[in-house]
């Protein structure tokens, strides 16, 4: 770390991961503000531990490890408050107010509709269940990395990923508007 | 033949639902968030490294209002009397907009195992815990500044006073924050 602050450093080492952990952050809260507090809780952590993460040579898969635990205790100290409330919905649908349509209004809408149902659909998914999917199947990331990140075995992300998949397909299904 | 059909309409409906998820959206960051959260990290990390705070998960955006209370010593044995009027802080708040207000509670003691409780007023709600008049958590101080980001919504324009209860040891206060909607 000679010859810059250790600020510049820092930022060296973490910003080229910024888009991916902000996703990552935004798919596990499923809201922008808590997925802003969520990315900067994780850099202060990580700025704390800097002298750990100058001597990685991947610190993007450490940095989304670090992000995955924090909302894991997060949830737990949370679960622990809800005791107190009542339960609600999960994720706010905020995502899709940044829905891109095409130039075709009526598709679009159509297009809408059904996102709408799935953001539904995603909403009565455990948390494990959810976020499988969305990491899968939205964000791409390969089974490998999602055991890594989550620390659980490839087979049991296969087999989450099966039952989640199949949990939406069901209840998609059962909502007779949707196919 | 029956099979058949069923499988093929199984199949894509599984294509379809996989075409939604990849194209199912998410919100960008804020403008500058990114520049913004790096400077309060370095800022905000070292600072916790010399007081490292364990009250509230995230860490929320300080870019709000902040009400400091102080603890001290007298936490443990002041009688729990209201404030007069002109010591209250207050903020202002718009109908119907969120408003981030950051409660300081500045401790002299490291507290484990404290009972917070929020109580609002009728027509203010906290994000998140909708209609919830009251809501308690377990928490821990450490010794000097603990935040709690909490996100206040008007939901009508009546105001009133916002309690913060802080429990350890069968003794506690109570600190009050006046709202005032517009």
Partial sequence: MSGETHEAT???LVRPHFDRLYRL???LTGRKAEAEDLFQELLIRAFGKLDELVSISEPGPWLSRVMYNLFIDEQ???ARRRMHVVDEGFLSGEGLAGFAGDEDPERDQHRLEKLQQLDAALRQLSDEHRIIVLLHDTEGYKLSEIHELMNIPVGTVKSRLHRARARLREILSENGTFF | MHTQDTDARSDSRDQEILALLKDYPMADASTGFYDQALARATHEGTRRQRNRWIMTGFGSALAAGVVLWLLG???LTAPDLPAPDKSIPGIAMTLEEPHTVNLVFASANALDDATLTVTLPDGVELAGFPGQREISWQTSL???RNYLPLELIALTPTGGEVLAR????????TFRLRVIVS
């Fill in chain 1, 10 to 12: 820092f930022e060296k």
């Fill in chain 1, 25 to 27: 952050a935004f798919r």
């Fill in chain 1, 76 to 78: 737990r100290r949370f």
């Fill in chain 2, 73 to 75: 010593g007298f936490f």
């Fill in chain 2, 142 to 144: 450490v010794e000097g």
């Fill in chain 2, 166 to 173: 802080l429990e350890h040891d069968n003794r506690g206060r």
